[in-house]
T-cell receptor, first 116, second 113 residues
Framework: DAMVIQNPRYQVTQFGKPVTLSCSQTLNHNVMYWYQQKSSQAPKLLFHYYDKDFNNEADTPDNFQSRRPNTSFCFLDIRSPGLGDAAMYLC???????????????FGPGTRLLVL | GQNIDQPTEMTATEGAIVQINCTYQTSGFNGLFWYQQHAGEAPTFLSYNVLDGLEEKGRFSSFLSRSKGYSYLLLKELQMKDSASYLCAVRDILPGGYQKVTFGTGTKLQVIP
């Protein structure tokens, strides 16, 4: 089945140790998003790729970077994780045809990051 | 910027009807989404409104009034499995044509027997 896949589902890292989270999709969607969601809070958009164009949110810390080597894959790199970066990281995709239609976002299962 | 307001928590009885409200303030409105999110899981799409009126999809309906900046999600014949958080999300067209979706903090619905 077509889907959005995130690996791993749970990731434990040490304070300050770089970590990479991965997302892949078989939907052939041109837009991919990374959200951070902390407990009982709304998903917060970190950045997204529209095709190859990277769009960073103004309040996303420099500690967070992203790569999209091809249509199917997108990575979230946290260069120096702090305790405050422990959260669920959600990848989502959508097909944006530029018409402003009902292109909903399809979410992966998320990766829960624990920082020790 | 955007402001999206939803009640934090609601409780309803199995078999009943519940309405979850969402109000928003935005400058370039281009659609409102409702998502369901069970604890520890990713959000799943429920509905989309861009024009005023009611969209019905089985037990779930969503209403939008653009002039009032108001939407609601209506859940009928509540089931225990409907206990979840319900997220209202608004899509904006920002200067330059960039589209952005912002989520509300969600309404945690508890369905009781």
């Amino acid at each position: 089945d077509a889907m959005v896949i995130q690996n791993p589902r749970y990731q434990v890292t040490q304070f300050g140790k770089p970590v990479t989270l991965s997302c892949s999709q078989t939907l052939n969607h041109n837009v991919m998003y990374w959200y951070q969601q902390k407990s009982s809070q709304a998903p917060k958009l970190l950045f997204h790729y529209y095709d190859k164009d990277f769009n960073n949110e103004a309040d996303t810390p420099d500690n967070f970077q992203s790569r999209r080597p091809n249509t199917s894959f997108c990575f979230l790199d946290i260069r120096s994780p702090g305790l405050g970066d422990a959260a669920m990281y959600l990848c989502a995709t959508s097909r944006d045809r530029g018409s402003g239609g009902s292109e909903t976002q399809y979410f992966g299962p998320g990766t829960r990051l624990l920082v020790l | 910027g955007q402001n999206i307001d939803q009640p934090t928590e609601m409780t309803a009885t199995e078999g009943a009807i519940v309405q979850i409200n969402c109000t928003y303030q935005t400058s370039g409105f281009n659609g409102l989404f409702w998502y369901q999110q069970h604890a520890g899981e990713a959000p799943t799409f429920l509905s989309y409104n861009v024009l005023d009126g009611l969209e019905e999809k089985g037990r779930f309906s969503s209403f939008l009034s653009r002039s009032k900046g108001y939407s609601y999600l209506l859940l009928k014949e509540l089931q225990m499995k409907d206990s979840a958080s319900y997220l209202c999300a608004v899509r904006d067209i920002l200067p330059g044509g960039y589209q952005k979706v912002t989520f509300g903090t969600g309404t945690k619905l508890q369905v009781i027997p």
